[in-house]
Structures are given as C-alpha cells and as structure tokens.
C-alpha cells in the first residue's frame, strides 16, 4: 500500500492519538499540519526551509497547477515532487474545493463541474476521472476524491442529495484511479447535518479507502457546530486509517480537532495572514505595520525560538513592512508556520506522555481568542 | 584606522590588484562586489543567504535610511548592522547620488541641496554635515563624502565648478566627521573630461582620505568614455588605499574596471534584473517568462553551481515568474548575484596567479556582450 497509517498512542480522555503516516516520499507522526504550497511552492519559502521547520508534507492544489503551468508539464518535468524539490510528503486535493468557490463561474451536473479559469476565463470540464487523472500526473503520495463541497448555509435536501452525488463520485474516482504509489482518500461531506455526516461517512468506508477526510467544514458555520460536525463523522471512521479535516489552520480549531481524532490539517491562514503583515505570538495578533511598534526593539514573540524571533526586531520587521521589502513576507510566514508547526509538535508529545487534556487547556488559556482568525 | 587597505599582488601587466580590506566588521579580499541593500535589506534576500554568497561586504542608502525609517531609529537599534543583522563589512553612500537624481524635486546651493521625498513629498535640506551625521547614526563601517554629482552630458565649465564644490564639500564632511570606528571616503568627480578627474584627484588626495570613489560615471556616457575617465583619475590615487568605482555592476564593465586598478564595486543591477525575470548566464541572457523556457526541464545555467542552478529547471523557474511566486525572485537573486561575487572570486584568484589578462580575455569572450546590460 502507497501509505500506511500506524497508530502509536491514544489519549486516555480524548479522541487525540499519535500515528506515523508512512508515503513513498517518508514518513512523519500525526497529528500533522500540512503547510499549502498552492502553485507548487509555499509562498516566499524554499522547499528545505519548509522542512527545517519540521513540515513532513505539503499540500499543494491541483485547481491551480492543472490550469498553470498545466499538469501534463508537471508530469513531464517528472512530477511535482521533482519539479518544485520537494521530496518529503505531498497532498494534493482534488480541485473540487477551489471550482464550488468560484459561484457563477461554475455549473454542476452528475457528471462533473462546468467553470470558467480565474486566470483567463476560458472553460474547461472536471470530472472525477479528470481530478484523477490530473493527480495521477502531478504524483503526489496522497490525492483526493473528487465531491461536491456544499454551500453554508444549505438545506437538509441539498446536503442529503449532494452526499449522495459525491459517494457515485467517489466510486467513480477509485475506478479511474490506477497509481499504486498514491492513496487516494475519500471525502465525507453532509452539510450541517449530523446524521448526513454519519451516513456519507459510512458509505464512503463501505468503498473502503486507505485514509478519509472531512470536507465542507470552516465553509462560515460557528466553530461549535463544526466541532459537532466531526464528534459525528469520526466515530464512524476505521480507527486504523488516517483522518484528515481540510481547510482548518486556527491554533484553537486545530487543538480541538486533534481532541477529537483528527490526524492531519491543511490551511492558507498561518501563510496568507503573514503575507498580509499579521503574526500570530504567545502576547496575541500583531499586526506589524502599527505604529507601536516603530521603535520596539524586542523580538516578534519573546518565547518564540523560529529563525525569524532570534534574529530581529519588530521595529525591523515594520521597516520592511511599511518598505514594502520583500523579506518580511519571508521572515512572518516562517514565524507563523513554525508556531503551528511547534504546536502539532508539542500537542503530539502531549499525546505520547497522556497529558494532551492539559496541554490544550494551558495553551488555550494563554494563547487565549487573541491568537486566531 | 577604521579601515585599512592591504596590498596583496599587482598583476604585471595591467593596473589589477589583490588586496585585503581590514574593517571594525571583519575583513575581505578585493577586488569585490558589494550587494545593495537600499532599504537596509539585500531585496528577498537573508544577511545569511548574502553571505553564503561570499559578499564580504554589502552597500545601504544614506537617502532612503534616512527617510524611512529614519537614521534616528537606527542608530536607537544600536546601528544598521544590528538593525538588519548584518555584523559582516557595510558601506552606506552619502545620498547625494540619490538626491541628484531626483531632478526637479532638488534645488542645489553651496550650502547644500533641498529636495522632497519620492515617498511623501515632505521637504527635507541635505548638507554635508548632515549627511555625515545621518551616516555616523547609520554607523557603517565606510562612509561616503556628499558630493554634486553633475549629469550627462555637461559642460566642461560646470563639471569644473561642480568638482571644486564637490571639493570644498569633502573638506565640511572630514571636519564633521567624528567617529573613529568609521572611514570616510572622498569621492573624485570631473564629469567625462580627463583633466578635470585628474584634478578632482589629486585636489582630494591632498586631503588625505583613507579611501576613494570614483563618481559621476556610468550615468548615460559610453562605456569607452567612462574607462577613459577611470584611467585618467585611478594614476592620482595613492597605491596604499582602496578604490571603489560606484555605481558599476555589469560583468564586463567589473573587469574593465578591476584592470585599471579598481578594489570595489556596487550595483542594482544583479538584484533588479532578477526581479524582472533577467538572469545572466554563460549561455547569455535568460529571459525567464519567455515561452521557450516552459518545457525547458535542464538547469538555468549549465555551467553554474548555485543553489539556484543545482535544484531548479528553466521551466519551474519560469512557473513561478508567471504565477507570480516570491521565490522566483529569491531564486534569480541568488543567481545572478552568484555570476558576479564567483566571477570577482576568480579574477581575484587570476591576478594572484598573475594570468589576469588571460582569464578576462576567455571570461569576455565566452560571456560576450550577451550577459550585459
């Protein structure tokens, strides 16, 4: 098999658990967050400082890469491992996510999406054999089933009918997929709804897939119903297979995903807000270009190790800001990717010596409301 | 001395020279190129990546620092070099290069130059002493004389009245010169006439400097005139003390200049070039969103041992400069800046071996005019 879950250690209290995910391009533990690397690169980082951050596997969009620089390039330059030296573990998800979101540019039928690029307008058809096919020429260790990412809010019919659409579409993804070095993962869907979240979760394990994930949450729902969302979902997935809840990079929503059994996390927030000058830190959000911080000479976050904290100012860094210097795109992304990444760390020691419950409450408590979207 | 210039080799058949730079911020062999760091960052760059490069020694700008974030600000960071985390060599200019070139928004008097900021458009006065106390805040290691830089063409008159300004001007900044851990340089001017450089010179060298630039040259003039320029002006300048042609970064006009007995250079050229999508290679210019790049799996330059080079293809470089990738700008600044620091490397290690003429021969050759600007 492609890859292989291996439990190592369950929390005593919570659902929380530390496994080791096994791909062809290495191994790493979960729970894991994986950093996005949209356009085959994680924006401002070179491959190896991603790494050096501890990141075992990236995600990288195939939505993206099917229409620039094309898939069938990628496949030539040898595959997106090879072609953006990357040679770890990589995700990608099935474009499904990426066409819902463009609303009007987009028409569904059973048997695909109609939409229209972003970049250029033209017009192209995705089914779930073409996701397939376009992951099976990117060649990434894991790729996703195609399915219908329902809207928030939407109807229990909608939800009903649209799980419904995505477990035919899962079949025909299995079917079309033939890589024995990739796993192809399922995506559970069911809207808001608990018993749809239960029922797409156990027609997607009766198709039986090397690993599920949990799609259609942090679409706009409060975060306790999304945490209900998946007290649903993952009792019905086979304790020996790897969980994966897409689109969540939060500090608290991470935590709390973890606390219920959720192995591994994907999300542009910790890269996108750093590119947008906004540093997550142990004393809060800082929001770099205030002007209280012109002539603060400390560190960014006083308890953070990162590259970026042990070597300069946050009166330096809002230089850059404000200079528009490319730099500090640099130096705010490796800051807010290795606090998550230090924080999956920490929560899997936590998990390995049974005092998870704690860990989460002592880092909630401080890092408290002030460090998340 | 803040600074001293070591004599190390003379090649026997031109003026070039080996020598070492001794600084408060460690020494460096010349000839060399200095990376620019206008806004207290060597763009997309670390001071890390910079070094591993093998600068020795990088430029700021005494204008820009000034206006943002304000010399004051730096010199409270305890100095550009703790400020941007640069504890190797630093050379800031004097501004008045910058100042010039700002055309109608400066207005020039003996006493010094009124201009506005490209920023805000606020009014601001430099004088010499001024920029000397903006350079002493700065704290670089070498410092710059604020001289008129007349433009070109110009009339022998008011290239004449300027160099005798320029000369009273060098006088004011040595007398408000006060810190001993810093060299100031004086800087030769005499627009494109032999006589007047000659006499700039010499005018200065009475003064006693511990260094000398050559200025007012790669500003519209033919290349032939501004080597006439440079052997006119370098026989002036006493052995024992470096020479630093400012301004100068394209690979033949380093060697040229290296060959009449220049020690130091700085440019934008390398760092801009790459963030236009402009890399210079031993098989010429590469133009990297050219489509002929887009399935072009092999390494940007074939013979090139850079980071940049050892991990990448033309074809994901040129991926990244369509989707408009931070890191393609990284990775051709690391480039192109790799091109220039190994090529002073090896002209170095030429003269020491005294066979300089030849390896500039071969190198000019091979590189031809196609890796120029």
Redesign the interface.
């Known amino acids: 098999m492609a890859v292989r879950y291996e439990l190592i250690k369950e929390c005593s209290q919570t659902k929380a658990r530390v496994g080791r995910l096994h791909t062809p391009h290495g191994s790493f533990e979960t729970p894991i967050f994986m950093p996005v690397g949209t356009?085959?690169?994680v924006?401002?980082?070179?491959p190896e400082e991603v790494r050096d951050l501890g990141a075992g596997i990236i995600l990288s969009n195939t939505y993206h890469l099917y229409l620039?620089?094309g898939s069938d390039?990628v496949r030539?330059?040898?595959g997106l491992h090879r072609?953006?030296?990357w040679p770890h573990g990589i995700l990608t998800d099935s474009g499904g996510y990426q066409v819902f979101s463009l609303g009007p540019l987009r028409k569904i039928t059973e048997d695909g999406v109609e939409f229209k690029s972003h970049i250029d307008g033209s017009k192209h058809f995705f089914t779930p054999e073409k996701s397939i096919q376009i992951q099976m020429d990117l060649g990434a260790d894991i790729i996703m089933a195609f399915d219908e990412c329902p809207p928030y809010p939407c109807d229990y019919d909608y939800a009903k009918k649209s799980l419904e659409m995505t477990t035919r579409w899962a079949k025909r993804c299995q079917k079309a997929h033939n890589r024995e070095d990739q796993a192809l993962f399922g995506i559970t869907q069911g809207g808001m709804y608990a018993d749809l979240r239960r029922e797409s979760a156990a027609r997607l394990v009766e198709l039986d897939f090397p690993g599920y994930a949990i799609g259609g949450l942090s679409v706009g729902e409060p975060k306790p119903l999304m945490y209900e969302m998946l007290e649903a979902t993952v009792p019905e997935l086979p304790r020996e297979k790897a969980r994966y809840l897409m689109g969540i990079g939060s500090p608290d929503a991470l935590l709390e995903g973890v606390a219920r059994g959720i192995d591994m996390f994907d999300c542009v927030l910790p890269t996108r807000v750093a590119r947008n000058g906004l540093a997550f830190t142990t004393h809060g959000k800082v929001v770099i270009r205030n002007a209280q911080y012109?002539?603060d000479?400390e560190r960014l976050d006083p308890e953070c190790d990162c590259y970026t904290c042990n070597?300069?100012?946050r009166?330096?860094l809002?230089?850059?800001y404000?200079?528009e210097?490319?730099?500090v795109?640099?130096l705010l992304t490796i800051h807010n990717l290795h606090i998550l990444l230090k924080m999956m760390k920490k929560a899997r020691e936590a998990i390995l010596e049974d005092r998870f419950v704690q860990f989460k409450r002592d880092f909630l408590d401080k890092y408290g409301q002030e460090m998340v979207n």
Chains 1, 2 share one sequence.
């Open positions: 356009q085959a690169t924006k401002t980082m070179t620039r620089p390039l030539e330059a040898g072609f953006m030296n012109a002539r000479f070597n300069y100012s009166a330096y809002r230089h850059l404000k200079a210097e490319i730099l795109y640099r």
